[in-house]
C-alpha cells in the first residue's frame, strides 16, 4: 500500500474544518491501493481551529495536527511536507485548501494520474471539464485568467494552463528535491515557485479538470495586490524566457552596434554586414545563455559536448542569420534604407527571438 498524505493549512478555519475532514475520510475509505493520511497545519488560529482538530484526531487515527506560527502560506507547506516526509513517508503530498473550495472526490482521479506516471499533478480550472465560479465579478475572472496567462506566457510553458491553483498531487522526490529551494517563498507565490522547480527538475507533469467553488464560510486570506506582485517579480526573477530575451536584448545591441558602424561610417553592403554582425551576436548569446538562461541545464563543460552544442546552436542560429539576411534585403529593397533599423527590430522582436527559443530548448538546452 502506498502512502498519500494531505496537507492541509488552517488559519481561523473553525466553521469549515470539521466538514473538510470529513468528506476528506469518507472519499479515503473508497479507495484501494492507498493509505490517505491528513496533516492539519495550523498557523495558531485564534478561532481554535486546533481544539476542533484534536478532538476529530480520536475519530480519524490517519490525522496528525501541526502547529506552527503564522507566517504564510508557503511556510505552512514547508513545516507540512517537511513533518510529513520525516514522520509519514510519503509516496506523494497532496496541498489541498481547508475551506472546501477544491471537492475531496476529486482525490481519486489524482491519485490515478499518478499512477499512470504523472510526478506533479495540478487540479486546472482552465481546462475542458474545469471552471471558475460563474457568480465571479468580472475583475476577479480577469485577474484569475490573466494571472495565469501571464505567468504562461512569462515561463512560455502553455501547455501548463494552471499555475496558481493549490489543488495539487506531486510525488515526494519533487518536494525533496526542491524544499530547500523554496524556503524563501512565505506566500501564495509558492505555489508558482514549487511548479516552475519541477518543471526544471524534469518532473511529468498532468492536469485534471476540477470545478473551484467559493467558500461559503470564514474569510479569504489572500492579498491581491501583494500576490499580484510577489508572482511578477517571480516570474521576472525565474524565467528562462525573459532571461534569454534579455540575452537576445544585449545580442541585439551588438548586433546593432556593428550594423550602425558598417553602413552608416564604413559604407559597407548590407547583407555582408548583416552576417558579420549577426555572428558575432550569436557567439555573445550561446555564452550567456548557457551561463545564465538556461544554467538550470547548463551544458557539460567537457570540450567535446560544448563543441558539438556550439555547432547545433549555430545551425539553427544560421536559420536566424538566413531569415534576418532576407528580410533585411527585401525590406530595405522596397522600402529603402531609410527606415532599416526599424526592419531590423521588427524582424528580430516578432520572428527571431520566438523561433530561437523554441529551437535553442528543443535541439541545444534540452530538458534533462
Do not use: C
Not at 513545516?79 to 489541498?96: C, R
Amino acid at each position: 500500500m502506498r502512502t498519500a498524505v494531505i496537507v492541509l493549512p488552517t488559519y481561523n478555519e473553525s466553521k469549515n474544518i470539521t466538514e473538510v475532514l470529513e468528506r476528506i475520510f469518507n472519499v479515503a475509505k473508497t479507495i484501494d491501493q492507498w493509505t490517505i493520511h491528513v496533516l492539519v497545519v495550523d498557523s495558531n488560529s485564534p478561532d481554535k481551529t486546533s481544539e476542533i482538530v484534536k478532538k476529530l484526531q480520536n475519530k480519524y487515527t490517519s490525522l496528525s495536527l501541526l502547529i506552527t506560527e503564522k507566517e504564510g502560506l508557503g511556510q505552512a507547506y514547508i513545516h507540512g511536507f517537511s513533518k510529513a516526509l520525516e514522520t509519514l513517508h510519503p509516496y506523494v503530498l497532496f496541498e489541498m485548501d481547508a475551506d472546501l473550495s477544491h471537492n475531496p472526490n476529486d482525490i481519486p482521479k489524482f491519485l490515478k494520474k499518478i499512477e499512470e506516471g504523472a510526478d506533479f499533478v495540478v487540479g486546472s480550472r482552465y481546462i475542458l471539464g474545469g471552471s471558475i465560479p460563474a457568480n465571479w465579478g468580472l475583475h476577479r475572472k480577469l485577474f484569475s485568467i490573466l494571472g495565469n496567462w501571464i505567468v504562461r506566457l512569462g515561463f512560455m510553458k502553455l501547455s501548463v494552463t494552471e499555475w496558481t491553483n493549490g489543488y495539487r498531487a506531486i510525488k515526494s522526490w519533487v518536494v525533496k528535491k526542491h524544499l530547500d529551494d523554496l524556503k524563501g517563498y512565505t506566500g501564495y507565490v509558492f505555489q508558482v515557485a514549487l511548479l516552475d522547480n519541477a518543471l526544471k527538475s524534469g518532473a511529468k507533469i498532468q492536469e485534471i479538470p476540477v470545478n473551484f467553488t467559493d467558500r461559503v464560510k470564514g474569510s479569504s486570506k489572500i492579498d491581491s495586490v501583494e500576490y499580484i506582485y510577489q508572482t511578477l517579480k517571480y516570474v521576472f526573477l525565474n524565467s528562462s524566457f525573459i532571461k534569454f530575451a534579455i540575452v537576445g536584448g544585449i545580442g541585439f545591441i551588438i548586433d546593432f552596434g556593428i550594423s550602425y558602424v558598417f553602413i552608416e561610417n564604413l559604407k559597407i553592403v548590407v547583407w555582408m554586414t548583416t552576417i558579420i554582425s549577426a555572428e558575432t551576436a550569436i557567439i555573445s548569446n550561446f555564452y550567456l545563455n548557457n551561463q545564465w538562461s538556461f544554467k538550470h541545464k547548463r551544458l557539460s563543460r567537457s570540450e567535446s559536448s560544448l563543441l558539438w552544442s556550439f555547432l547545433k546552436f549555430n545551425i539553427i542560429a544560421s536559420g536566424s542569420l538566413i531569415i534576418q539576411t532576407v528580410g533585411m534585403s527585401v525590406t530595405t529593397h522596397i522600402f529603402g534604407l531609410e527606415y532599416w533599423y526599424l526592419y531590423k527590430v521588427i524582424i528580430i522582436i516578432f520572428v527571431i527571438i520566438p523561433y530561437s527559443y523554441f529551437f535553442y530548448n528543443k535541439l541545444v538546452w534540452k530538458d534533462k
